[in-house]
């Protein structure tokens, strides 16, 4: 896979940490060179790779304390994190004008993926109940109004193509004006009130004057709402010198990676947020229309931290509790003693050890955990605290006396629901059972996190 060999050579740095009880800043050191390495061989640009390692050594050297963690761990969420931070945090999605059509142009080089992306993007769209009109203004490509056809059939989209006569060009519609064609599709998608229009535009092999131009005089013609940069993450170190140029000739608004399914290096992906500002909205991962998804930053680093090995994540679950809490809880549980103070206690050390989804994204191959976690939402915690700081001390030592009136007053107290209460107190008691399986020497549950 595209991030085979980086992650690769990731979880083989994080392994040699995982021994060490603490890291010396020559510890540190030494991962980060390790670290520095292996996205420069993963073709990451130097000037992003520089700035990700200064951050990653400042964080692991600094007293960013976080006890649920043993130092390699917490090296790792220090560089989950800051993955997350270069492939641009948060998810941005694709913006809809308030009049439609929402105008989306492509642009990219030649066989970046655009056209594929233009049939991608169609059939997504109408999933969601759109009616996208395609537009061919790649006029330079011989067959890439044909290809557009095709792809805009397989989408169920409609296409808006010169035809003879109304470009002025002839029987040879790659002499047709471009700018042209993209006003007249705007203005039948108008007519037809289709509320997506998505306009394909020509690529060179390499960056070209000429191809800019055009590109760039489309954009003005059009006003699009975005304009989407398509870059093949197989590209490598080129990445840099084509982002550069389509931002100061055309500029976009975002950018879709392609081919993240092949087995390049891909440093393009890691770079591109980094050198251009400009957020990533897609990753094309296949030649079928279905081969598609918005792109998730956190996701796309979990995939890369892959740390691979199970037995690995059992024994991270197993110290992402602070050891010792977890140790007085297990022994209280022996003599019976696991209140609903100390659940609280638990939940809240589950969010001082940082987001959980972040935590959990260390863990990959976690699978069905992961699942769950993806429907984790951390309110919930709070949730679980209002209502169990409005008990009195006497329901939180001992939950069984909570009969319906006591449930009511703490629903009102609390500002919840006597669901929501019933609900907690269901699962306080699963998390007593699962503490007494920790008692017994068992693989803990993280208690909270509802039925598994
Ligand atoms: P354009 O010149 O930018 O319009 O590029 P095309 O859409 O014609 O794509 C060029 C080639 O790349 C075609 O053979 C596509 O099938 C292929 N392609 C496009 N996107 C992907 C992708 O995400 N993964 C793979 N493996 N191939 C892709």
């Not at 959980?356 to 769950?372: A, E, S």
């Amino acid at each position: 896979a595209t991030f085979g060999n980086l992650s690769a050579r990731l979880t083989d740095t994080f392994k040699n940490l995982r021994a060490k009880g603490k890291l010396s800043a020559a510890d540190v050191d030494g991962t980060v060179r390790e670290i520095r390495r292996a996205l420069l061989e993963a073709d990451v640009a130097l000037e992003v790779v520089k700035e990700f390692t200064a951050k990653v050594r400042e964080r692991a050297l600094g007293d960013e304390v976080n006890r649920a963690l043993n130092p390699a761990q917490q090296v790792v969420q220090i560089v989950n994190e800051e993955l997350v931070g270069i492939l641009g945090g948060e998810q941005r999605r694709l913006r809809f004008a308030k009049n439609p059509p929402t105008v989306i142009m492509l642009a990219g080089l030649q066989g970046a993926g655009k056209t594929t992306l233009a049939g991608k993007l169609a059939k997504w769209l109408r999933d969601q109940g759109h009616t996208p009109l395609l537009v061919a203004c790649d006029l330079q490509r011989p067959n890439a109004v044909t290809q557009l056809k095709v792809v805009g059939e397989q989408a169920g989209a409609a296409v808006f193509a010169p035809h003879p006569g109304n470009t002025g060009a002839g029987e040879d519609a790659t002499s047709g004006d471009p700018v042209r064609v993209a006003k007249d599709g705007i203005a039948e998608a108008r007519a037809k009130q289709h509320d997506f229009v998505i306009v394909d535009t020509a690529g060179r092999l390499g960056v070209d004057a000429e191809l800019m131009r055009q590109a760039g005089d489309i954009r003005r013609a059009i006003d699009p709402d975005e304009v989407l940069f398509v870059i093949d993450a197989m590209i490598g170190q080129d990445a840099v010198a084509t982002a550069r140029a389509f931002q100061e000739s055309v500029d976009f608004t975002g950018v879709v990676l392609t081919k993240l399914d092949g087995d390049a290096r891909g440093g393009a992906a890691l770079s591109i947020r980094s050198l251009t500002g400009r957020p990533i909205l897609f990753a094309s991962t296949g030649e079928g229309l279905g081969d598609f998804e918005p792109f998730h930053p956190d996701r796309m680093a979990s995939r890369i931290l892959d740390l691979g090995d199970i037995l690995t994540l059992i024994e991270q679950a197993q110290h992402a509790f602070d050891e010792e809490e977890a140790r007085k809880a297990a022994e209280k549980l022996a003599s019976d003693q696991f209140t609903l103070d100390d659940f609280l206690k638990q939940m809240q050390q589950l969010r001082g050890a940082g987001s959980i989804k972040k935590m959990m994204g260390m863990l990959p191959g976690m699978g069905k955990m992961k699942d769950q976690l993806e429907n984790f939402d951390e309110r919930e915690i709070v949730h679980t605290e209002a209502i169990i700081q409005s008990m009195t001390p006497a329901e939180r030592g001992n939950p069984k006396i909570l009969n319906g009136s006591r449930r009511l007053r703490i629903a009102k107290g609390s500002g919840m629901t006597v669901t929501d209460v019933n609900s907690l107190v269901s699962r306080f008691e699963q998390a007593a059972k699962m503490m007494k399986t920790v008692a017994r020497g068992g693989v803990p549950q993280i208690p909270g996190m509802g039925p598994v």
